[in-house]
């Protein structure tokens, strides 16, 4: 049985959007990892961040009693 050109053209359509489709997927998911991966990125950098703020108001603090103790 012999393909007319309208069932070829169906079937490279098909062929088109099923390909179309699975990139759309794959550039989605990567798009999302990377995604995360800066959005954990930035929340550790916070986190250290507002570690070593506590860490120098703490010693700011010794400081300041230290000096008005002694004052």
């Known amino acids: 049985m012999a393909l007319t050109s309208s069932v070829k053209i169906a079937i490279g359509w098909a062929g088109l959007i099923a390909v179309g489709l699975s990139s759309f997927v794959v550039a989605r998911d990567s798009v999302v990892q990377n995604r995360r991966v800066l959005m954990e990125t930035r929340a550790r950098i916070v986190d250290q961040a ?9 010693r700011r603090e010794r400081e300041r009693k230290t000096r008005a103790d002694g004052v």
Request: aromatic share 12%; hydrophobic share 10%; no cysteine.
């Open 50 to 58: 507002r570690r070593e703020g506590e860490e120098e108001f703490r």
